[in-house]
């Protein structure tokens, strides 16, 4: 249905803290673009910036990002959406993922057909409506070629991706945070899933969530 849920947790972290029969907000019909230029109706994922006033939409029907303000920062209410503009993803067919540089200077496209991982930088941080330059185009297809999701530790000098081949997740090396063209393979870890979607880390590394969509 091309939709975004937000739950409230009485307890922070703590998904057992949650109202089952309880939304607080819902932001449907995604592929209803608000902007008015299209409709997209595979919308991949969705990523806030590091405040909650940047909202991205993953368009992998059209290979498109797009941008939204939001006000009240991490509200999915149409009323406090502003669509900004889009990003057409050059190269990339079938992006999945999209993350941030924690400073937002730079954005990371996973491109599923493509089998790679995209860096960019803005000239705004946070903003894909500023001037982007493409940085580096690092093939992930040696070890998944069926990525869907990435992953950063704190510094940057890890990067993990989450693919739906081998349903594990890849590892590689960065000498320099946040630059891909220092990166090497680690190790794949296979994490008994079946289509694996996507993951993330806990803000210190302890914990690790990964999701998969089944056969």
Sequence with gaps: ASDVYK???????????????????????????IDGSGSDLNREGFEFNNDGTKLYIIGFQLDEIHQ???????????????????FDTPGITGPTALRW???????????????????FSVSTPFDITSTVTELNEFYVGSQ???????????DGTKMFIFGSTGD??????????????????????????SNVS??????????????????
């Design 144 to 154: 998944e070629t069926g990525p869907r999701d990435i992953a950063f530790n704190a």
């Design 101 to 119: 540089k924690p400073d937002g200077t730079k954005f990371y496209v996973c491109g599923i057909n493509n089998d790679d991982v995209n860096e």
């Design 168 to 193: 594990d997740i890849t590892e590689y090396a960065l000498t320099t945070g946040y630059d891909t063209t220092t990166a090497s393979y680690v190790r794949s870890v296979n994490v008994g899933g």
């Design 68 to 86: 939204f303000s939001v006000s009240p920062a991490y509200s999915l209410n149409r009323s406090d959406l502003s669509y900004d503009g889009e």
């Design 7 to 33: 739950r409230q947790l009485d307890t922070p972290y703590d998904l057992s803290s949650w109202h089952p029969s309880v939304w607080t907000s819902q932001l449907s019909n995604l592929h209803d673009d």
């Design 198 to 215: 996507g993951g993330d880390f806990n803000n210190d590394g302890t914990q690790l969530t990964v999701s998969d969509h089944g056969t």
